[in-house]
């Protein structure tokens, strides 16, 4: 299941927030050579990981198995203060019922055709999102992610021109929040809703209503 961890119940999950520090370590620099993130004690922290950021992660009996990361759009964010470039055509899209993600991993050993922890957390996402009012979700990501969000049948919307960033070809988009996006994530690997774990991180209820 994934737990939602934000400034109310950190406190709860001290070794899991290390665990997905040092992950994103391992994964982006030493993995992916993002060598602009090294950091001698092995964390890998960013501006963005402030108290207004909102964790999604995926543990398997207290490891941490993928997660991803959320910033609201109306606080300093990674489109806005690092790429806004990336936004040339339509702009940097904010709002209280917008917000960024960033930071997406999933361990080498859940990764493959087999394995649903990709798009358990991404379900994740969709359904944390709805619960929270969301329309919109934006994204700094390379374009190869494109199509894979489209087989989804996701609504992907660029921002501006691709760009190169460190050899990477990258885009900044907007991907709407939709109860059909939710359910075919979850059909995708024929994942079980809802994929949240609510008693240790409860979500405040809105408008909104999921069905299983």
Not at 189 to 212: F, N
């Amino acid at each position: 299941m994934v737990h939602v961890i934000d400034r109310d119940n950190k406190h709860l999950y001290g070794d899991e927030l290390e665990q997905h520090y040092r992950l994103r370590h391992r994964i982006y620099v030493d993995e992916r050579r993002w060598e602009q993130l090294r950091r001698p004690d092995g964390r890998e922290v960013d501006q963005f990981d402030t108290e207004e950021a909102v964790y999604l992660l995926d543990l398997d009996h207290g490891r941490v198995i993928g997660g991803t990361r959320l910033v609201p759009t109306l606080k300093p964010h990674l489109m806005a203060d690092v790429f806004p470039f990336l936004a040339n055509v339509e702009g940097i899209q904010r709002g209280a019922d917008i917000v960024e993600w960033t930071r997406i991993f999933v361990v080498p050993d859940r990764r493959g055709p087999g394995s649903k922890t990709l798009h358990t957390v991404l379900a994740a996402m969709l359904e944390y999102c709805l619960r929270q009012d969301y329309r919109a979700i934006t994204v700094v990501m390379e374009t190869w992610w494109l199509p894979r969000f489209l087989e989804l049948g996701w609504e992907v919307r660029p921002l501006g021109l691709p760009a190169d960033i460190d050899g990477m070809n990258c885009v900044g988009t907007m991907i709407s929040v939709t109860e059909e996006a939710w359910r075919r994530t979850l059909a995708f690997k024929g994942i079980q809703s809802p994929v949240i774990e609510v008693p240790k991180a409860p979500i405040v209820p809105t408008r909104r209503r999921l069905y299983a």
